[in-house]
């Protein structure tokens, strides 16, 4: 079974950072994407950016470049999510996800508060 671990998050001021990982098991070899969702309360849930495992990186959230940073450790299989100048709209509940061959895998979920 492919698993998704997360860790961080947490409350910042506007203005701040904060990093999110995600390391991911239970597969070996081949394509695939990892990346964030976040889903804000009372709003549809949105991709932010991910990064393959050829290292490409894809923004889905205009809102984000060059506020938000993916990458990788491929020793660790681990995606990290470095954000900075950070904003209230930035708020929601973010998942890391994996796409591998047809199908999607979800790690548990981190929150992130933007608030003075």
């Known amino acids: 079974q492919i698993h998704l671990a997360q860790s961080g998050g947490g409350l910042v001021q506007p203005g701040g950072s904060l990093r999110l990982s995600c390391a991911y098991s239970g597969f070996t070899g081949g394509y695939y994407v990892v990346g964030w969702w976040r889903q804000a309360p009372g709003k549809e849930r949105e991709g932010v950016l991910c990064?393959?495992?050829?290292?490409?990186?894809?923004y889905y959230e205009d809102s984000v470049k060059g506020r938000f940073t993916i990458s990788r450790d491929s020793a660790k299989n681990t995606v990290l999510l470095q954000m900075t100048s950070l904003k209230p709209e930035d708020t929601a509940v973010y998942h890391c996800?994996?796409?591998?061959?047809?199908?999607?895998?979800w790690g548990q979920g981190t929150q992130v508060t933007v608030s003075s």
């Open positions: 990064i393959t495992s050829t290292y490409g990186v894809t």
């Open positions: 996800k994996i796409h591998v061959g047809l199908t999607d895998y």
